[in-house]
């Protein structure tokens, strides 16, 4: 068994991405959780790299680290969360094994079913050839995008504009007393969605 | 180059811890990045299919599935300030007022 350069790469980014994933959930501060999910995120797009996606890897750091998660730090700053001390008491010990078996077993199940499709032949396996010129490049994602998935793409738009309005209409208060909070989620929003809209074009 | 399997190995890893911290986190913005982490998963593995298949409508699906991770997570969050702003807490195991 050769290692190439390109296992070595495919396995520091795949340690570097399962490290950051699990490391989201073992922090006490969400902003570390976040951080670490960004980290996470960056070794994906290597990973995406690798599979030849070179655009969709630029868009999932550009939309989703840029983005996505920079609404998340948003809120944690909004709320003005510390960690431990707005969690309050744990749950009980009994809900807390319940939760794990649930999860355990779920995964198991998933394992079984990835086992079962790779060892029935259900999938190709084998190892990787050479993608095609072009193979990922923005322009062949977007002739795609704008003839096969035209109708999808569109319905798209529509789909964010309701998630404008909807987190207009949830996060606005009643009161006008404290209005600071209402129109922040509304404006990161319409930021990701420009983003996204860019990237096609 | 690297096997497939491997992709599909740590798509499906991912996802489980994914599933595991919806699970056992407390804190409800946690929860919610589990739930972008599984939508992740997910993507990997329809690239790495897109890949071995050397189809590129996966990576126009990948898209969409990015769109809808974008405005699940606005509308999320948003719900999250509401039930912050009326119960000053973020811990979901207090959300219960539904459960009978």
């Given at each position: 068994m050769n290692i190439t350069i390109d296992g070595v790469i495919f396995i520091i980014s795949s340690a570097v991405a399962l490290f950051g994933a699990i490391m989201m959930f073992a922090q006490r501060n969400p902003v570390a959780s976040v951080l670490y999910f960004i980290l996470s995120l960056v070794a994906q797009a290597a990973l995406y790299i690798q599979l030849g996606a070179i655009f969709v890897s630029a868009i999932l750091i550009i939309?989703?680290?840029?983005?996505i998660l920079v609404l998340f730090l948003f809120v944690i700053m909004l709320l003005n969360l510390r960690g431990d001390e707005d969690l309050g008491k744990g749950s009980p010990a009994v809900s807390n094994l319940t939760k794990f078996i649930v999860a355990i077993g779920l995964t198991l199940e998933l394992g079984f079913v990835i086992k079962s499709s790779i060892f029935g032949r259900a999938v190709p396996t084998g190892v990787l050839g050479e993608s095609g010129a072009?193979?990922?490049?923005a322009e062949n994602v977007a002739t795609l995008l704008f003839t096969r998935y035209l109708y999808p793409f569109e319905l798209t738009s529509i789909l964010l504009l309701a998630a404008i309005v909807g987190a207009v209409m949830i996060a606005?208060?009643?009161?006008?007393?404290?209005?600071?909070?209402?129109?922040k989620p509304a404006k990161k929003e319409a930021k990701s969605e420009m983003t996204v809209e860019e990237a096609a074009n | 180059m690297v096997n497939i399997t491997a992709f599909l190995f740590v798509g499906a890893v991912l996802f489980g811890i994914g599933v595991i911290g919806v699970m056992i986190s407390r804190n409800i913005i946690v929860l919610l990045m589990a739930v972008e982490l599984m939508l992740n998963a997910a993507n990997l593995v329809i690239i790495a299919f897109s890949r071995v298949l050397n189809l590129m409508d996966g990576h126009a699906f990948v898209f969409l599935v990015l769109t809808v991770a974008a405005a699940e997570a606005a509308v999320g969050l948003a719900m999250v300030i509401t039930i912050y702003n009326n119960r000053k807490t973020i811990n979901i195991d207090n959300f219960s007022l539904l459960k009978w």
């Open positions: 939309v989703y680290s840029g983005a072009g193979f990922g490049s606005k208060k009643e009161r006008s007393d404290e209005t600071e909070a209402a129109p | -």
